[in-house]
């Protein structure tokens, strides 16, 4: 009996909005812009929006228009670092969390550390309201 040989295939992650690539296949994303994508997702998704997932989100965006607040920026701060952990947390690391919101905008400066690699990345995620 001849042995079988195992090869294991490169991780391949779907980029975030899915599109094609330029050969008309399922565009795919590097692991750091993967991780990227699922922040991103998971900032400007509000809960009950996902099927099956009634939790997951953050909800930003349904707080552009509320008053401003140095409150509401605590609690909005607070309420995005749970969200992180309870769901990325085995893929991230935060290190610093500032957000900002008015005029219809939520900016999101994000410091962290990608757990696989131990990569510290610097992003800022903005949502506007639709």
């Known amino acids: 009996m001849r042995p079988t040989s195992q090869h294991t295939r490169p991780r391949a992650d779907m980029a975030f909005p899915f599109r094609p690539d330029r050969r008309g296949r399922t565009a795919h994303a590097r692991p750091a812009e993967h ?15 996902r099927v099956m997932r009634p939790d997951f989100g953050c909800g930003l965006l ?4 509320a008053p401003n607040s140095p409150e509401l920026v605590s609690t909005l701060e607070l309420s995005v670092q749970a969200a992180l ?22 900016r999101v400066r994000l410091s962290y550390v990608v757990r696989a690699t131990g990569a510290v990345r610097e992003d800022v995620f903005e949502g506007r309201a639709a």
């Open 35 to 49: 991780v990227h994508d699922l922040i991103e997702q998971l900032l400007f998704t509000s809960p009950g929006e």
């Open 62 to 65: 349904d707080l552009v228009f």
């Open 85 to 106: 952990q309870r769901r990325l947390g085995d893929l991230v690391e935060v290190m610093a969390l500032d957000i900002e919101c008015g005029d219809g905008l939520v």
